[in-house]
């Protein structure tokens, strides 16, 4: 049994929705790296491209929202986006939850720490420590969009969101939901760009693992959420394919398999050329980071695009690490080969690595949607 | 419809303030007074003292000597580590077959190292070592990096749930062959932020938790880690181990009410309690016991003892943070684990901290050790968020 | 330490603005017999426990458990009488 994809909803840097993805897809650009940054951080640090969520008050009622902090809001805003993409209506009460985040709430994390360095043990704020826990942006999903079914929130860094599309697939196939919201948040801080600016200049690569890892060219460190609504295969198509498998392993040992058909999306500072990643060399390669940015769940937003990719029956122009367009021959709607597969695969330094593999529906008519 | 075949529990680990392996642990729900005393491992100052559930030191200092490896990965590798033991899989055998791991925590997905970020807001320059730690300590890859392993390795934090949560998911894989078998349970070390962030909510007793008690004040911290070993019952015939137990059901559910109370109601804890259990009567019928949750605070138990005399009403219940504490990432897994021992040894301790019952609860825990009858046991957990978790646990024999 | 403010009403009525997060509000708009609790402002157990840690931080006065805050959290004026007895000299 497949899993169906009925809606997408994204935030990032470039901005909300997923059709603002697609309109960038279409236009080659605007690229990540031209987006604002906030001014220069405490003890240097990388700069970084913050999302905006005001959208959110549009959908939700300002007070219901007050103790939301920026993760739960970035990871709200895209869940409810994913749920008008497929023109549902929500509130499905058995609708499961499983998300994905690489690093959590650092900034309430850290807000949290100020509290108790400013006024002591005793002036730890309950709030902020309340929304410091993993599965706080699940929680509030849940409680603003009424899906009271199975509610998971793992963390594995970039495998994070591989992981958490396993457990909804699974969660389908045992008929334990109905339907699943699955997605990926992560937001990023002055702490974490400060540790990246300090990793990137050591030599040794072997001591960090890749979330620091310093990549082919400018990646520009991001934040941002992305959702899918999935349902069983017999749900009508939206025409963003379904996913067809979702594998996980270790290399050396095991070895993603790509099937032969398919287009691989892949990125978050992926060494295409480095001899332990076992990327085939006649498969056309893709890497679209340069239009989201780098952050743990980076796999999810390249899921979004494969998705887009299926739906639109072609492929789009890849930006390069340097900035400038790189235009793919041949790439017109007319002359490319069928697309039937897409996979977004996601290798770290240590072996691990996450395979997604989407497939078009058969029946997929590309004029069945606007 | 056919029932999913048999998933079997080979192996069982578990280390926490009861007791340094799952025998010890038994021993101490069922014969000692519990003894939380305030955190020897770090200095909290508040007006009044906070007792915990922590681990002896030599016990930490034997299973923690990797400095560049959290004290929460360790003890979950710790953990799985009796529990391969427990079930004869020697490590060489393991990596040839396809093992998953799934853990739990809630402390061991979060960066907040004090040391750290108090020299970053000084304007020094932090030594980095605390960063490469969190980034080297995600508890399922440690575990999976230890043995060896190739097979899905899964990281969950879904707050106090988490642990019941990894063996569900666990129970699911073997069911569908994702793997031939699974490490699945839970681990979280004690912190000084998560402590500070407990009593910030003032839900924490400034005495020994009295689960389910009229005079029940909030819950006491723990620490330590469980894991149960599991695989098909087939495979578990043809290695001839004897069954710690099986895991027959599972369920998850959110209440979606609010970021830390539970469901008054406890409609997340109902479904997730159906889910677990099949729908006839016959089920409910064996159900010996259930191993509660409660942690000893005034919403947590009102909300569970409603929802357990509603469901099961008159079968026995009891908490047994009332020696462990509450453990958080791993107390899903710490429990799961000394119900399955409880079920084999056909007997249930006294819920320990509770004496006098409240007459606002329509269901009160053991006061003593008991006999069961039945089978099977339910053991629930909740947790912030409106997070549920129940699994179902059948007997696997009289431990050998 | 902590300086006495000379209305604590007001201070109060801050601290629920900025601390509890009601972006749509200012406090000149919270009426000083509103509930805090319920039907009124709408505070739960979250916001209750915040406000012990934010009164404790401004006023340096002590709840020490929700018992004792109950009557105290009746409204504006009755949370700003109970600070007023506990005042440290």
Known sequence: ????????????????????????????????????????????????????????????????????????????????????????????????????????????????????????????????????????????????????????????????????????????????????????????????????????????????LSPFGTGRGRARIAEGAVFFLLSPEIAPASGYGVVESVESGRLPRDAPAFPKDAVILTGIDHHRDSARHPLPEDRRVLDYTGYYGTLPVGTGFDMAIASVIVRRGRLFSVPDSTGSETVIDGLQAEKAPEIRRVCCVNITPSGAYGLITLASRPDFSKNSRP | ????????????????????????????????????????????????????????????????SNEALSITAALGVAAARQALEDAGWDPEALSRVRTGVCMGTTVGCTMNDEAFYRTYRSGALPDLLPVR??????????????????????????????????????????????????????????SRVTYNGFIALMITDTRPCRPFDRDRNGLNLGEGAAVMILEPDTSRRVRKRAPRAFVLGYGSAADGYHPTAPDPGGAGLRRAAGHAVSADGKTLSRIAFVAAHGTGTKDNDAVEARVLDALLPGIPFFSTKGHTGHTLGAAGAIQAVLAAACLNKGTIPGSAGFSTPDPQLPARPTRHPRTIHGDLALSGSLGFGGANAVLLLKRGGDSS | ??????????????????????????????????????????????????????????????????????????SVNALAAFIAERLPE
Not at chain 1, 10 to 17: E, I
Not at chain 1, 21 to 46: N, R, T
């Open chain 1, 1 to 208: 049994m497949k899993a169906v994809i009925r809606g997408i909803g994204v935030v990032g840097g470039f901005g909300t929705g997923i059709s603002t993805l697609e309109k960038i897809l279409m236009d080659h650009g605007p690229f990540i790296e031209s987006f604002a940054v906030p001014d220069g951080q405490p003890l240097g640090g990388e700069p970084y491209v913050p999302v905006d969520t005001r959208n959110l008050k549009e959908r939700f009622p300002p007070r219901s929202l007050r103790r939301m902090d920026h993760l739960s809001r970035t990871a709200l805003l895209a869940a409810a986006l994913a749920l008008e993409d497929a023109a549902d209506p929500g509130g499905n009460a058995d609708t499961g939850v499983a998300v994905a985040s690489g690093y959590g709430a650092v900034r309430t994390t850290f807000a949290f720490l100020d509290t108790i360095l400013e006024g002591g043990d005793a002036g730890a704020s309950p709030t902020l420590f309340s929304n410091s826990v993993l599965n706080a942006p699940a929680a509030h999903i849940s409680m603003h969009l009424g899906a009271r079914g199975p509610n998971l929130t793992v963390s594995r860094f970039e495998m994070s969101f591989s992981d958490a599309l396993s457990i909804a697939v699974q969660w389908l196939e045992e008929g334990r939901a109905p339907s699943v919201l699955v997605g990926g948040v992560d937001e990023w801080c002055p702490v974490l760009g400060h540790c990246r600016h300090r990793f990137s200049k050591t030599r040794d690569a072997a001591a960090f």
């Open chain 2, 1 to 64: 419809m056919k029932a999913p075949a048999p998933v079997a529990v080979t192996g069982m680990g578990c280390i926490c303030a009861a007791g340094e392996d799952v025998s010890t642990c038994v021993q101490t729900l069922f014969s000692k007074d519990p003894d939380p005393k305030p955190p020897s491992r770090f200095i909290a100052r508040h007006p009044e003292t906070h007792p915990v559930f922590e681990l002896e030191a030599s016990i930490l200092t034997d299973l923690h």
């Open chain 2, 133 to 190: 730690r969190f980034f080297s300590s995600n508890p399922a890859e440690a575990v999976a990096r230890t043995f060896d392993l190739s097979g899905p390795c899964l990281t969950l934090s879904n707050a106090c749930c988490s642990g019941a949560d990894a063996i569900g998911t666990a129970m699911s894989w073997i069911r569908r062959g994702i793997c031939d078998v699974a490490i699945a349970g839970g681990a979280d070390e004690l």
């Open chain 3, 1 to 74: 330490m902590h300086t006495i403010p000379m209305d604590i009403q007001t201070k109060l009525k801050t601290i629920i603005v900025e601390e509890l997060n009601f972006e749509d509000l200012t406090p000149a708009e919270i009426p000083d017999d509103i509930p805090l609790f319920g039907d009124g402002l709408g505070l739960d157990s979250l916001d209750a426990v915040e406000l012990v840690v934010q009164i404790q931080k401004y006023f340096g006065v002590q709840i020490k458990n929700m018992e004792e805050g109950r009557t105290a959290f009746q």
